[in-house]
C-alpha cells in the first residue's frame, strides 16, 4: 500500500512562491500518472496538476502558467512549485495517483495559505 507524505506548505503574501514536495513509499508511485489536488474550504478536492512517469504534464487553467509539477522517479517524490501565489490558491494540498480506479489513502496534506 502506498503511503504519501505532503511538506511545504506555510503562510505567505499575494505573490509569493511555496515549493511542495510529496514523497511517496512503494514502488507503483513510480510508475503511477501523479497529480497534486487541493481542497479549499467548503469546496470540493480539485485536481490542479498532473504529471506522467515520463514527465508529460497538465495542469488546470487557474493554475497554467503560475505552477510547476515535476517528479523524481527514483525518489519516489513529486513537487509542485507554485510561483506568484494568489489568495485564491488558500487550500489543504495532498497529491495521489491519477487515473486509477481508486486513489490510495489520502496523506495529510500540507496547508498553503495566501494572504493578500
Known amino acids: 500500500q502506498v503511503q504519501l507524505v505532503e511538506s511545504g506548505g506555510g503562510l505567505v503574501q499575494a505573490g509569493g512562491s511555496l515549493r511542495l514536495s510529496c514523497a511517496g513509499s512503494g514502488t507503483t508511485l513510480r510508475l503511477a500518472v501523479m497529480g497534486w489536488y487541493r481542497q479549499a474550504p467548503g469546496k470540493q478536492r480539485e485536481l490542479v496538476a498532473r504529471i506522467s512517469r515520463l514527465g508529460s504534464t497538465s495542469y488546470a487553467d487557474s493554475v497554467k502558467g503560475r505552477f510547476t509539477i515535476s517528479r523524481d522517479n527514483i525518489k519516489k517524490t513529486i513537487f509542485l512549485q507554485m510561483n506568484n501565489l494568489k489568495p485564491e490558491d488558500t487550500a489543504i494540498y495532498y497529491c495521489?495517483?491519477?487515473?486509477?480506479?481508486?486513489?490510495?489513502?489520502w496523506g495529510q496534506g500540507t496547508q498553503v495559505t495566501v494572504s493578500s
Open positions: 495521489n495517483n491519477v487515473g486509477y480506479d481508486s486513489h490510495w489513502p
